[in-house]
């Protein structure tokens, strides 16, 4: 190791050592959240949820209906086949191919924008969660508060998901009022 990155190693660690003393002597009050139990949770979650569900929900019974048919025209095809014709094995194996492609089709299709929709009404959702975090780890003096994505372990003493989702709940409530 050259003697730059031993320089820059030692002033790293003295630099976080000294971090550490301070955060002993000045008690940092540090909480997290749980994103995920706000996303789920929460009334502004739960609608957004719901939402996605219905936008959806029409596509969602045409691919059923699709695969229903799929599956009613491939039984017949399999009791049948004995006593069909050549030509008529080859169409109806060819029409079955059609819409197992179209299945698929749709199927990707209607994932693909059901995800893309799920992203953007996440990001709306973590515009509305920050606000509110920040309102509580503010009110209570927080120094520092952290995601679930990044803790791996937190007593429920530090968890400021309860609180969070109660003042969700608030503005929920103060905005359905309106």
Known sequence: MNITR???????????????????????????VNLRILTVESPQGREAQENI??????????????QT???QKNEIY??????????????????????????QQMSQALQEDAQLENQNMQGDLGTIFLSHIRQVGEE???????????????SDAVNLTPQVLGALQETYSSEQQD
């Open 6 to 32: 031993k320089l820059l190693l030692g002033t790293a660690l003295g630099l976080f050592a000294a971090g550490g003393l301070l955060a002993q002597e000045t008690a940092l009050k540090i909480g997290f």
């Open 53 to 66: 569900s219905e936008m959806f929900a029409e596509r969602q019974r045409k691919l059923s209906a699709k």
């Open 69 to 71: 048919e799929l599956e």
């Open 78 to 103: 399999e009791r049948d086949r004995e006593t069909m014709g050549t030509e008529q094995v080859r169409n109806t194996e060819r029409d079955l191919i059609a819409l197992n492609r179209e299945i």
């Open 140 to 154: 209570n003096d927080y120094d520092l508060v952290l995601n679930s994505d990044v803790v791996l372990h937190a």
